[in-house]
């Protein structure tokens, strides 16, 4: 390559490298990504990698348009980040686009609802799935209250996964974000599964973004 057609390449490159910055600047997507988080009735966690996460992994990669992946499992959650791929798509965007990409699904028995959740890279993630055997909205929603309210006590903010009424008599996952030592975060969980209806189960992960 001639030194002519360096001086041309170069500042190409630099000013290809600055339009994508600000376009995904303008877009919202700096320092931002979208979780995908599906709790499961599995203590498996390679049966969850094979059942949810690659499944899901493989339809992110087919759709296009999306950037790095990364993913985590463990007893009783595949967790799965998302990062913007195309230029000009904001995180909303993305969130959305994902939320139709993967729909709520069953196999092998197991009843699988993805909540799917832009966020900033920087929060600190804990999910929460409260769950039962008898479909009785009126225990889950005692419980849900009893749980956000704990949440909201050491100063974590909280999201639900939207969910028909039919789908929220048998399980919630709530999202909460901020930072907790390990201890009180043990010592709420405890607590709220010794006052919670004895038909009613929780599972919580402390700081599932830790592993990502």
Do not use: C
């Not at 996952?173 to 030592?181: F, I, N, Q, R, S």
């Amino acid at each position: 390559m001639t030194r002519r057609q360096l001086n041309i390449l170069i500042p190409a490159v630099g000013i290809a490298i600055i339009i994508g910055i600000v376009w995904n600047w303008l877009a919202g997507n700096t320092g931002k990504m979208v979780y995908v988080l599906t709790p499961a009735d599995s203590d498996d966690s390679a049966r969850i990698e094979r059942l949810i996460t690659e499944p899901i992994e493989q339809k992110l990669e087919d759709a296009g348009g999306v950037g790095e992946i990364q993913t985590y499992n463990v007893a009783g959650l595949s967790a799965i980040t998302v990062e913007a791929g195309a230029f000009g798509i904001s995180i909303d965007g993305l969130t959305q686009k994902l939320t139709e990409l993967i729909p709520p699904w069953t196999v092998e028995e197991l009843t699988l609802r993805p909540s799917i959740i832009g966020l900033d890279k920087n929060d600190v993630v804990h999910v929460f799935r409260i769950y039962n055997d008898v479909s009785d909205e009126r225990l889950m929603q005692t419980a849900a209250n009893l749980l956000i309210g704990e949440l909201k006590n050491i100063d974590l903010r909280v999201f639900a996964n939207p969910l028909n009424t039919e789908s929220a008599a048998d399980e919630q996952t709530y999202v909460a974000l901020g930072a907790v030592d390990e201890e009180p975060f043990s010592d709420m969980v405890e607590s709220i599964q010794n006052r919670i209806p004895p038909e009613v189960y929780l599972s919580a992960h402390y700081e599932v973004s830790s592993h990502f």
